[in-house]
């Protein structure tokens, strides 16, 4: 069996073993042997040897010392309002363990809605040698200098390329190399002229740095760039303004799918039938993003779902409900633990080295390497929204050429 823990199970039986050794040496220490008169004490010999027993492992703060396996935290929200998908994220790393069948790798999970650097802090006094985890940017920022300080790599399910840094990776699915690979889908279908919106924020920030760099690197055009707070009737506002420009080819919607498909109807009824929808990776995350009929005709870039429905299955079967989709982030995480622990010397430093592989890693979302900014590249596939389900007008490639 894997061993994969949540942190503060009880350890009695160690405890219970530990008291039993004590009283019996208690009990052997007030026996007397008493010798009767006129018989000769019996000579001193060593006693018999015998095969010592297997100590249980020493205990460091409740959690037994690992010899023998790698000691890995996992750092995700267990309670509040993000419980559910950290919930999520941690049954996946369980579930790979079993699938690996690993027996070198511990797991350990730490609830990060008490705060993010004190369960690092926990953590790593625990032994862990690599963190995986935490989900959101701000819990990245408090635990990217603890665990840089005790030589500990992170590998953080965030999507905010703004925390990426030395020591702390990104496996989470950044906006940039989607709208990349959808736009440069786009052009070579003949759209030469874009618009965009995109919301207000850093997400909204990040999207527009993307979008304009693509397009030019693609060779086409961004006619209008709109953007638009979260409150009702400002997406309205910004296809109105956006609309004024037209006509263009495509328009790039920068949000979750249920806000593109309410702005959908009034960019096609300004700009044309003909306008082509393009979306990011949030519509990935959207089981029924392909009934938004809307949308239909839209492209999107993202992971493979090829693997992942498979997975799906699979979860729904251990855990009686569906996974959320940034789970196979998790489950993904322990795949290239695994694969590193091979080569990994137990008790020694993580080789963070490793993580550099030209050659990337394989998961159940496809292809994936860390580039020199910790970011994890990924091999995307572009879907068009079509039928009431989702096809793929573009595969992911298996891997990266040199």
Sequence with gaps: MPDHETRGQPRALHWVRRMSVVAFAAMLAACQTVVPRGVEPPVSRPPASRPAPNAPPPIDGGIPRDTERHRIALLVPLSGANAGVGRSIANATQLALLDTGSMTVRVTTYDTAAGAGPAARQ?????????????????????????RAARVPVISFSNDAGVAAEG????????????????????????????????NGLYGERASTAFLRSVEGAGGQVVSLQTYARTPGAVAAAVTRLNAKAPYNAVL?????????????????????????LGTELWNSEAGIGARTALSGAWYASVSNT???????????????????????????????????????????????????????AGIDGAFRFGRDGIAERALEVQEVRGGTTVTVSPAPAGFGR
Excluded at 123 to 146: C, K, N, Q, T
Excluded at 181 to 199: E, Q
Excluded at 353 to 358: E, F, S, T, V
């Design 168 to 199: 702390t990776y990104l496996m989470g699915y950044t906006p940039g190399q989607s709208i990349e690979r959808v736009v440069a889908f786009a052009r070579g279908r003949g759209v030469a002229t874009f618009a965009g919106l995109v919301p």
């Design 253 to 277: 919607i920068a949000d979750g799918g249920a806000t593109a498909a309410a702005a959908a109807p009034l960019v096609k009824r300004g700009a044309g039938a003909s306008t082509r929808l």
């Design 307 to 361: 693997l992942y429905r498979q997975y799906s299955t699979k979860y729904r079967a251990r855990y009686g409900a569906a996974p959320y989709r940034l789970s196979s982030l998790g489950y993904d995480a322990v795949l290239l633990t695994v694969r590193i622990a091979r080569d990994w010397r137990i008790g020694s430093v993580f080789p963070e080295a490793r993580l550099r592989d030209d050659d990337g890693f």
């Design 123 to 147: 953590a790593i006094a625990e032994g862990a040698r690599l963190i995986l985890g935490p989900l959101l940017a701000e819990d990245v920022r408090s635990v990217s200098p603890v665990a």
